[in-house]
């Protein structure tokens, strides 16, 4: 299995279906986290680095960011971010 966050521009219908999601939002700042279900996430502001014991992710506004279940990782927000999210 996979255990690394895939970054990537969304296409116009990822777009559209991330506007009913919730938002998430969060100050500079950093915290480990562990992901107990997949989650998808579209940058709507900020930055952000996610590091693992394999690899350092780096992602801003406009990206498409999808985590897998199980991912074990430090966030590093290095400016306040602004996302909306979907779990499961």
Not at 21 to 35: A, G, L, N, R, V
Not at 58 to 87: M, N, S
Request: charge should be negative.
């Amino acid at each position: 299995m996979d255990m690394k966050p895939k970054v990537r521009k969304p296409t116009e219908k990822e777009l559209q279906e991330a506007e009913s999601w919730p938002i998430w939002e969060k100050e500079q700042s950093e915290f480990p986290w562990e992901y107990f279900e997949p989650e998808i996430c579209l940058i709507l502001e900020g930055k952000a680095v996610v590091e693992t014991p394999e690899e350092t992710v780096e992602f801003g506004a406009g990206d498409y960011v999808v985590f897998p279940e199980g991912l074990k990782c430090t966030w590093k927000i290095k400016q306040k971010i602004r996302k909306h999210y979907k779990l499961g």
